[in-house]
Structures are given as structure tokens and as C-alpha cells.
């Protein structure tokens, strides 16, 4: 059974902080990995896309990629309340359906 | 790029009637397109995997019978719920893949009320 393991949270910072999300998944052969956010009754929107080990920034968003200890990760930096969200992990092979973890919820608060 | 559109944002239907979803990628064109189910404050289900021109694959405890995927152009795939019941009251979220592509963008989904 290919898993994607996200700590549900919620996961409260100040505005400002820096925001971790982790995530694990059990697929050795997991090629691509993605980091979605979804708002309260909306559905999720691509944020991060990652495939090889190490950092990937965008803006005030950081992927980092262990394929060895299989682990990824979102950091957001200086936080901000429109941040508050829950963010899906997900992992995929070629080809095939990409794998969501249950999603962290992050509370940002002013 | 990669839009994806869904039709209706919202219906709400008597129980015992079907109900079809439409989901278009708007800007690629989508040999694969997904289809999911989200009851509140849970996570994702994915339900099915529609490749254009051939059969839908559904995931283990989904009724194909009951839930009708037609994936008939690139750009086009439809979701019907038939018979349905108020168990069936979910939001139906679409994904489609760009050729080559390994991400999936998303639909801005359906919520289906069944009375």
C-alpha cells in the first residue's frame, strides 16, 4: 500500500514565522512530488513541484527533497494570514495518479 | 496556463435522479484526467483515472455502474452520478494532466447536494 503521511496539525504560527510542513511517503520509487493548498471549500492549487534531492524556492516558498531518508518538506516564510490553508503532499511514479497525504492545516494569526 | 474548468459549481438534485458533471482542460490538452471525491474535513478520494478513448479504471470500493466516466475528446471528461442518494452529497473535484507532465491541476469542483 503506497502511503503519503502528513501530521494533520492544526499547525499555528504568528504572522511573520516560518511555516514546516512535513511530509513522508513509502514509495522508494516515487519520482515527483507536489505541494497543493487548499482553502476551506475550495479545491486544491499547485504550489511546489519537486523532483530531485535538495531546495527548490519560490518566493516565499521552500521544497526540499530527501529521496534517501524519503521526506519532503514546504517552509513559508514571513507568514501571512491569507497562508492559513491546509497543504497536501503528494507523490506520484510516471504516468500513474498522484498519491495525497491528508493534508497539514496551517493557522496563521495577525 | 493549465486551466481547468467544471461545470456546474453547484446542483442540487431529488434523490433517485442523475446527476453529470463536466470537467475541460481549458489550455492542454489532458490524455488523462481524474476524478475525486471530498466529504467535509476529510481528505481526497480519488474515485477514477479516465484516459481519452478507452475505459475509465476505477479504484477499489467506487461503482462504475453508478458512477459513469466518459472521456470522450482531449479536453473533455464527464462524470454521472446516477440513482443518486443523498450518501452520494460530496464535493466532486476533476484533476487533468498536461502530456509528459507529472502534476495535476485541478478543477474548481462540483457540490452535489442530493435531497
Known amino acids: 500500500q503506497k502511503e503519503v503521511e502528513q501530521n494533520s496539525g492544526p499547525l499555528s504560527v504568528p504572522e511573520g514565522a516560518i511555516a514546516s510542513l512535513n511530509c513522508t511517503y513509502s514509495d522508494r520509487g516515487s519520482q515527483s512530488f507536489f505541494w497543493y493548498r487548499q482553502y476551506s471549500g475550495k479545491s486544491p492549487e499547485l504550489i511546489m513541484s519537486?523532483?530531485?534531492?535538495g531546495d527548490k524556492e519560490d518566493g516565499r516558498f521552500t521544497a526540499q527533497l530527501n529521496k534517501a531518508s524519503q521526506y519532503v518538506s514546504l517552509l513559508i516564510r514571513d507568514s501571512q494570514p491569507s497562508d492559513s490553508a491546509t497543504y497536501l503532499c503528494a507523490v506520484n511514479q510516471a504516468g500513474t495518479a498522484l498519491i495525497f497525504g491528508k493534508g497539514t492545516t496551517l493557522s496563521v494569526s495577525s | 496556463g493549465a486551466v481547468v474548468s467544471q461545470h456546474p459549481s453547484w446542483v442540487i438534485c431529488k434523490s433517485g435522479t442523475s446527476v453529470k458533471i463536466e470537467c475541460r482542460s481549458l489550455?492542454?490538452?489532458?490524455?488523462?484526467m481524474f476524478w475525486y471525491r471530498q466529504f467535509p474535513k476529510q481528505s481526497l478520494m480519488l474515485m477514477a483515472t479516465?484516459?481519452?478513448?478507452?475505459?475509465?479504471?476505477?479504484e477499489q470500493g467506487v461503482e462504475k455502474d453508478k458512477f459513469l466516466i466518459n472521456h470522450a475528446s482531449l479536453t473533455l471528461s464527464t462524470l454521472t452520478v446516477t440513482s443518486a442518494h443523498p450518501e452520494d452529497s460530496s464535493f466532486y473535484i476533476c484533476?487533468?494532466?498536461?502530456?509528459?507532465?507529472?502534476?495535476?491541476?485541478f478543477g474548481p469542483g462540483t457540490r452535489l447536494t442530493v435531497l
Open positions: 484533476s487533468a494532466r498536461p502530456p509528459g507532465g507529472g502534476e495535476q491541476f
Open positions: 479516465s484516459n481519452e478513448g478507452s475505459k475509465a479504471t476505477y
Open positions: 519537486i523532483y530531485s534531492n
Open positions: 489550455d492542454f490538452q489532458a490524455t488523462t
